[in-house]
């Protein structure tokens, strides 16, 4: 058995936390001989309620789950944390404005990043599921964590793209590498099948699908996805958001496999063009437990046109979150 993981979720009493913690005290994310502490952090209306999911989590048995603790207090909640999960945040609210969502979840977020750069492991992994997941990550990393450490999820629409196009072409989702989503977890968000390649055959999917369908079908059905399960189901995609959470964590943590990389949010570094320091996503590898953007695409007129797009629209966000003097 490996040292013990010190693992915090934040909104454990939500819904994508309900799958989320039973996946990773499983080892899911760290592995079958990995034991995990879980440390729960709510705000204190809902402690009593994640109270009754840690005994759930008890009674569960879990070989791995070497603790669980819940908390309201943030120095608490991320003290020692070697990855951190953070999936509270405030709910847009019936014709709320986007200035005040940013607001509030500035008041979230900021002090979230400040405990854990105080109190967290110096290697800390956070990942942001709470929306809006790259801005709050911008506002998280801006508390001084070291560049790296802080991500946001773009992993499910990277796997919802991956879905549609196994669906349209018959490929299985196995076989498919290098799916790339761009930009914003936002409806702004870039959907790029350019490099997306059969690995059994080494054909490139945009020779076997129509532009037509690409442009009027896939890329708005994947940025719309989230309205359509909730349509269906009458709740939100609360359990293929934690797994996708377990995947971008676990392929942080062990690696990305040969030949293939992943959809990731991190602090740009200027590449394709984004601002320096924009939490954007980008094809992304794990390489020795670090994300690293993958170099050296090339970019055509349509797919600037889309990443530009998603660009400005992040570019709004950080503008309004800098007025209000959160970053
Ligand atoms: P969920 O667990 O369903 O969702 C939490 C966050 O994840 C929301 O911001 C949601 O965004 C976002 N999200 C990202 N991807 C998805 C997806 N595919 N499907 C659904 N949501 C997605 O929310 P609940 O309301 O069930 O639970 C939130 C919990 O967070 C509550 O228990 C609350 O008390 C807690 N909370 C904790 C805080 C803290 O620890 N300090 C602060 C604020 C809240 P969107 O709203 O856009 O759906």
Redesign the pocket.
């Known amino acids: 058995m490996n040292t013990p993981v010190t693992v915090t979720v934040?909104?454990a009493?939500?819904?994508?936390?309900y799958s989320l913690l039973f996946r990773i005290a499983a080892g899911g994310v760290f592995g079958p001989t990995t034991p995990v502490r879980l440390r729960l952090?709510?705000?204190p209306?809902?402690v009593r309620?994640a109270d009754g999911v840690a005994m759930e989590l008890f009674d569960a048995a879990f070989p791995l789950l070497a603790d669980v603790e819940v908390t309201d207090d943030p120095a608490v909640g991320f003290d020692g944390a070697d990855a951190a999960f953070l999936?509270?945040?405030?709910?847009?609210g019936k014709g709320a404005e986007r200035a005040e969502l940013l607001a509030d979840n500035g008041g979230?977020f900021g002090p979230?990043g400040r405990a854990i750069a105080g109190h967290a492991a110096d290697d800390v992994r956070v990942l942001v599921?709470?929306?809006p997941?790259n801005t709050n990550a911008s506002i998280v990393a801006a508390a001084g964590l070291p560049a790296g450490h802080v991500t946001a999820?773009t992993r499910?629409d990277h796997n919802r793209a991956l879905a549609q196009v196994s669906a349209a072409s018959g490929v299985p989702v196995a076989r498919l590498q290098r799916m790339t989503v761009w930009g914003n977890h936002s409806a702004t968000q870039f959907p790029d099948i350019a490099e997306l390649r059969d690995a059994a055959t080494g054909e490139r999917l945009a020779d076997r699908l129509s532009p037509e369908w690409v442009a009027d079908e896939f890329i708005p059905r994947v940025a719309r996805r989230?309205s359509e399960i909730i349509d269906v189901r009458g709740a939100?995609?609360?359990a293929?958001?934690a797994s996708a959470a377990v995947d971008h964590m676990h392929d942080w943590v062990h690696g990305t496999p040969e030949g293939d990389w992943v959809s990731v949010a991190l602090p740009s570094d200027g590449s394709y063009g984004v601002p320096e320091g924009l939490v954007s996503s980008f094809p992304c590898c794990s390489v020795d437990g670090e994300w690293e953007i993958v170099r050296g695409l090339e970019i055509g007129a349509d797919q600037r046109a889309r990443i530009d797009a998603t660009v400005a629209d992040l570019q709004a966000e950080a503008a309004t979150v800098r007025s209000l003097g959160l970053v």
């Open positions: 934040t909104g009493a939500g819904q994508i936390a952090l709510e705000i209306a809902a309620a999936v509270g945040a405030k709910p847009r979230i979230q599921v709470g929306n997941a999820m499910l989230g939100s995609s609360a293929s958001a």
